[in-house]
């Protein structure tokens, strides 16, 4: 159902897991950096299976209404063939986005992409809420980390990893 994106055997902090990368909201309308967008192209074959959410804001949403907010994420900055998207419409991913997950077959997810402490902090909180284990990239991720921002990560889902270990 969902193609491979690499078949070598795992080594550093893959350990012998199949493993998945989310990137999250990794979006032209949210004006990624560069830099960003080229560490995630750069990481993303190391990985079994890749999925990318792509935020959609809804004529009726609470961010239009509530918080007054009418802009749109836009494009995806990474395209590939096949790609595998899961389109939300909040912070967080549905329980069908995560039932496609599960079915994937990753043993653990690494999470990554545009804003840290909304719409990563939310997908990370569905998948640990789902029984799915999660580490966040912390150099993948906009705006960067700030000491309170990844001190609640790693209360919340334990030691960071990184993307130089891969």
């Not at 193609?3 to 999250?24: C, Q, Y």
């Not at 959609?56 to 961010?63: G, R």
């Not at 802009?71 to 998207?85: A, F, P, S, W």
Request: some cysteine; proline content about 3%.
């Amino acid at each position: 159902m969902f193609k491979k994106e690499n078949t070598e055997a795992p080594t550093g902090i893959f350990a012998g897991l199949k493993v998945g990368l989310l990137v999250v909201d990794l979006q032209r309308g949210f004006d990624p950096s560069e830099d960003l967008v080229n560490l995630i192209k750069g990481i993303s074959s190391k990985y079994s299976a890749v999925a990318f959410t792509k935020f959609e804001n809804a004529k009726e949403s609470l961010f239009r209404r509530q918080l007054g907010w009418h802009g749109d994420g836009g494009e995806l900055c990474i395209i590939r063939q096949k790609q595998i998207i899961f389109k939300k419409y909040g912070y967080g991913l549905s329980k069908q986005h995560i039932e496609a997950i599960k079915a994937m077959g990753c043993d653990e997810w690494h999470l990554c992409g545009i804003e840290t402490d909304a719409c990563v902090l939310a997908c990370a909180f569905s998948l640990f809420d789902a029984g799915i284990p999660v580490k966040v990239l912390k150099e993948a991720c906009e705006p960067r980390m700030n000491a309170p921002i990844q001190a609640l990560f790693e209360k919340q889902f334990g030691k960071l990893a990184s993307s130089t270990e891969l």
